[in-house]
């Protein structure tokens, strides 16, 4: 990462440009409500969140008549995306199947996006639900959803996680087991091969992992964390690491497999730290953010390719979105546009295939409120977040972008059991057209409230950034 840490790197509306804060300020919760507009934003979130600023001439991203395709709210036949909104909020942010049957867990995706798996319902009186897994092919030409029932129903808090090769893995509890077991079609019905199970009370999916061949699972306790190989293994489930300490999290680090973050708090309590785990070498332990010594440091994403990390982190003061980039000696820094007021923001795709091009890379986000939730999109080079309309049915937090930029949004509704809504990444407005600045002042990367340029650091590994200058409350 780098030697320092920067507040407000960049500054910015999610629907109006406006001037940076002066050298030295930070705006409070109450200002930064205010920095959008009036006319923007209430308690429930954005009012017209789909629309783009007249200077960039963008006409909003209900421009296709698709089905499912975001439009902005607001609209004639926008009544059931608020609607559908609304049910997920109430939900705790999942959204409803084509039968308003809540979904018990998350839509989980291969890394290169071809496949997806989620747990459904069949229709039925709430209550009296039969959960059953389901597989989306989505590398195809269309979408489409194969179900995967057993003679039993599932309990709602089983996991599944699909595989490259079209096989779907799913995670039972069993009494005081964890069971496991992949499942793929086979004509009209669906084989099963179990795979083992391990003496576990609580255990917890982890991301695919980028070969497509495996995946881990963790298992925390107070004083270690246990992470286990649960599929791609040659025996059955086999514990491969135990990490001091309370794990949590999960983010890939590369293509191969190999590097695997996880957010660690000490046994006896402390902050939490993103710790690197490799594989590789015998499940060696090394820290990977260390932005303050009493701050949590959290990894969200990583992008292989371009090295770009999100991270969440309270070292400015409070918890804060923040981005660096992975072995280079550019600062964290927690950009303003990414703390709008009244909503929460989480990263959960990120463009791949910008090699060394970390600042260009689209992030595409969730973002909740209180009416519910919608997308956002945005670049580490750019001051703005962009804001869209979900489709109805969309998963909150499910999505993938392909290399040329277009964000991939799988959905389910009433009259599409299985789509893909595809948004194209807008292009930022220049710094200069928006501020009056010229336009080689600043670029998206230098901090809104610093009073000069950073000095230029020794690349130092992540683990031992220190913070540039104290971090002080909003």
């Not at 059955?236 to 957010?263: F, K, M, N, T, Y």
């Not at 010229?438 to 220190?466: F, H, N």
Request: aromatic share 6%; charged share 20%; net charge negative.
């Amino acid at each position: 990462m780098t030697a320092c840490v920067i507040e407000g790197g960049s500054a910015g509306a999610a629907t109006t440009a406006e001037p940076e804060a002066e050298p030295g300020t930070e705006p409070g919760p109450k200002e930064s409500g205010a920095e959008y507009g009036a006319d923007s934003w209430s308690e429930s979130g954005p009012e017209e969140y789909g629309r783009e600023p007249e200077a960039e001439g963008s006409g909003g991203p209900g421009e296709s008549a698709a089905a499912g395709t975001p439009r902005p709210p607001g609209s004639a036949t926008d009544a059931g995306d608020r609607a559908a909104s609304a049910a997920s909020a109430a939900s705790g942010g999942r959204a409803a199947s084509a039968h308003d049957a809540p979904l018990p867990g998350g839509f989980t995706l291969t890394s290169d996006g071809s496949y997806a798996a989620r747990l459904t319902a069949a229709p039925g009186p709430p209550g009296e639900r039969n959960w059953y897994p389901e597989r989306w092919t989505l590398d195809g030409p269309e979408p489409y959803a194969v179900p995967l029932p057993l003679d039993q129903p599932e309990e709602p808090d089983a996991q599944v996680a699909p595989l490259a090769d079209g096989r779907v893995l799913i995670g039972r509890r069993v009494a005081d087991r964890q069971m496991f077991s992949l499942l793929y079609p086979t004509g009209p019905g669906t084989g099963e091969l179990p795979l083992g199970a391990v003496a576990c009370t609580e255990m917890t999916l982890l991301p695919p992992s980028p070969d497509g061949r495996c995946v881990y699972a963790l298992s925390a306790g107070e004083h270690q964390s246990s992470l286990w190989l649960v599929a791609g293994g040659v025996l059955g489930p086999e514990e491969v690491a135990r990490i001091p300490g309370r794990c949590s999290g999960g983010v890939w680090l590369d293509r191969a497999g190999r590097l695997l973050a996880l957010d660690r708090q000490q046994p006896g309590g402390g902050p939490v730290k993103a710790v690197a785990v490799d594989l590789g070498r015998g499940a060696e332990v090394t820290p990977l953010l260390q932005i303050a010594p009493d701050s949590d440091d959290r990894l969200l994403l990583a992008d292989p390719d371009s090295g770009l990390l999100l991270l969440r982190s309270d070292a400015p003061g409070r918890d804060r979105l923040g981005w660096g980039v992975l072995g280079s000696c550019l600062p964290v820094r927690f950009p303003e546009c990414l703390r709008p007021a009244g909503v929460a923001v989480t990263p959960f795709a990120v463009q791949p295939g910008q090699m060394l091009m970390p600042e260009s890379c689209a992030v595409a986000l969730r973002i909740d409120g209180a009416g519910g939730s919608w997308v956002g999109v945005w670049r580490p080079a750019g001051r703005r977040l962009h804001q869209f309309a979900a489709p109805l049915g969309w998963a909150p937090g499910a999505g993938y972008w392909s290399r040329d930029g277009v964000l991939r949004l799988p959905y389910a509704n009433g009259a599409t059991s299985c789509g893909v809504a595809m948004l194209d990444a807008p292009p930022d407005v220049e710094p200069s057209s928006v501020s009056g600045r010229p336009s080689g002042a600043e670029g998206g990367t230098q901090p809104s409230a610093a009073v000069a340029a950073p000095p230029v650091c020794k690349p130092v590994p992540l683990g031992r950034a220190p913070l540039h200058r104290a971090a002080r409350s909003d």
